[in-house]
C-alpha cells in the first residue's frame, strides 16, 4: 500500500476518539469523534498474549477497564470481556476494549482519516508492529498513519513498509533535542514530529518546517479553541483535541 509523498494532516484530531466525552479508545469515543464533525482520530495500539491488535493506551488493564495486570498477559477474548466504561461512567456497562479490525473497517466505512499510535509492549516492539501490518495490509486502506514515542517502533515500521507515513513524538527534550529530533526524522524519513504544548515555541515550528516535517501538538489537558487558533496562525499542522464541542 503506498501513500502519497505529501500527506497532508486534518487540523483537528481526535484524542483517543474524544476521551473527554466518551470512554478512551473505544468505539462510542470514536464514533462520537466523527459525529461532531471530525475528520480524524487517534488510537493507541498494541497487542494480547495471543498477538491481536486491540486499543488500549496503558500498559495494564487497571486504569481504563475493571480487570488488573499486563495487557500482554491477557488473550484478546479475556480483555474483550471486561467493562471499558465504568471507570468514565462509574457504572457497569457494556462498552468493551475493541480490535483494531473492527476500527479499521469502521474507519474505511465511513471514510475518515486515521491516527495509529504504537504503542507496544516492551521487547515486543516488532511483534506488535508486524501484527498491525497485518491488520492495516488486510483492509488496504491509505488514509492511515503511524506515530509513537517509541523510536524502535517508528524504525521498524518504516523498514519493513517505507511508504507508510510514520511520526516520530518527542516528549522528552533531555533525551532528543530539537535539532537532534529532526535528524532522526530526516534519516528514517518521518514525516511529521509530535510535541507537547509546554514545549511549544514559533521557532521550534519553523526548525521543523525549514526541514519539511510537519508539527503536531498535543497537551496533558484540553486544548482550547483560542489556543488553536494561536498554534496554527505558527503553522503547526494538527492538534489533539480532548473535546471538540468549543469549536463547533
Same mark, same amino acid.
Given at each position: 500500500?503506498?501513500?502519497?509523498?505529501?500527506?497532508?494532516?486534518?487540523?483537528?484530531?481526535?484524542?483517543?476518539?474524544?476521551?473527554?466525552?466518551?470512554?478512551?479508545?473505544?468505539?462510542?469515543?470514536?464514533?462520537?469523534?466523527?459525529?461532531?464533525?471530525?475528520?480524524?482520530?487517534?488510537? =493507541?495500539?498494541?497487542?494480547? $498474549?495471543?498477538?491481536?491488535?486491540?486499543?488500549?493506551? =496503558?500498559?495494564?488493564? @487497571?486504569?481504563?477497564?475493571?480487570?488488573?495486570?499486563?495487557?500482554?498477559?491477557?488473550?484478546? =477474548?479475556?480483555?474483550?470481556?471486561?467493562?471499558?466504561?465504568?471507570?468514565?461512567?462509574?457504572?457497569?456497562?457494556?462498552?468493551?476494549?475493541?480490535?483494531?479490525?473492527?476500527?479499521?473497517?469502521?474507519?474505511?466505512?465511513?471514510? $475518515?482519516?486515521?491516527?495509529?499510535?504504537?504503542?507496544?509492549?516492551?521487547?515486543?516492539?516488532?511483534?506488535?508492529?508486524?501484527?498491525?501490518?497485518?491488520?492495516?495490509?488486510?483492509?488496504?486502506?491509505?488514509?492511515?498513519?503511524?506515530?509513537?514515542?517509541?523510536?524502535?517502533?517508528?524504525?521498524?515500521?518504516?523498514?519493513?513498509?517505507?511508504?507508510? *507515513?510514520?511520526?516520530?513524538?518527542? =516528549?522528552?527534550? $533531555?533525551?532528543?533535542?530539537?535539532?537532534?529530533?529532526?535528524?532522526?526524522?530526516?534519516?528514517?524519513?518521518?514525516?511529521?514530529?509530535?510535541?507537547?504544548?509546554?514545549?511549544?515555541?514559533?521557532?521550534?515550528?519553523?526548525?521543523?518546517?525549514?526541514?519539511?516535517?510537519?508539527?503536531?501538538?498535543?497537551?496533558?489537558?484540553?486544548?482550547?479553541?483560542? *489556543?488553536?487558533?494561536?498554534?496554527?496562525?505558527?503553522?503547526?499542522?494538527?492538534?489533539?483535541? @480532548?473535546?471538540?464541542?468549543?469549536?463547533?
Amino acid at each position: 500500500m503506498r501513500l502519497s509523498s505529501k500527506f497532508i494532516l486534518p487540523k483537528l484530531i481526535g484524542h483517543r476518539g474524544v476521551k473527554n466525552l466518551k470512554p478512551e479508545n473505544t468505539l462510542e469515543s470514536i464514533t462520537k469523534a466523527f459525529d461532531l464533525g471530525l475528520e480524524c482520530v487517534e488510537i =493507541d495500539v498494541k497487542v494480547s $498474549k495471543d498477538n491481536i491488535p486491540l486499543l488500549l493506551h =496503558d500498559d495494564t488493564l @487497571d486504569r481504563t477497564t475493571n480487570g488488573s495486570g499486563l495487557v500482554c498477559n491477557f488473550t484478546f =477474548d479475556q480483555i474483550n470481556h471486561l467493562d471499558a466504561g465504568y471507570y468514565f461512567y462509574n457504572a457497569k456497562t457494556d462498552i468493551k476494549v475493541p480490535s483494531l479490525r473492527v476500527v479499521l473497517d469502521l474507519i474505511k466505512k465511513k471514510q $475518515k482519516y486515521l491516527n495509529i499510535e504504537l504503542k507496544p509492549n516492551k521487547n515486543y516492539e516488532e511483534l506488535n508492529v508486524k501484527n498491525i501490518l497485518k491488520e492495516i495490509n488486510r483492509i488496504s486502506y491509505d488514509k492511515i498513519y503511524f506515530s509513537s514515542f517509541d523510536l524502535a517502533s517508528c524504525i521498524i515500521l518504516k523498514e519493513t513498509e517505507p511508504y507508510l *507515513q510514520c511520526g516520530f513524538l518527542n =516528549d522528552d527534550n $533531555k533525551k532528543f533535542n530539537i535539532d537532534e529530533t529532526i535528524d532522526i526524522c530526516k534519516k528514517y524519513n518521518f514525516f511529521s514530529c509530535g510535541i507537547n504544548l509546554n514545549f511549544f515555541s514559533n521557532s521550534t515550528v519553523s526548525k521543523f518546517e525549514e526541514n519539511d516535517i510537519q508539527v503536531t501538538v498535543y497537551a496533558d489537558n484540553n486544548i482550547s479553541k483560542v *489556543q488553536a487558533q494561536n498554534l496554527w496562525s505558527n503553522n503547526v499542522a494538527s492538534i489533539f483535541i @480532548d473535546d471538540p464541542t468549543e469549536y463547533n
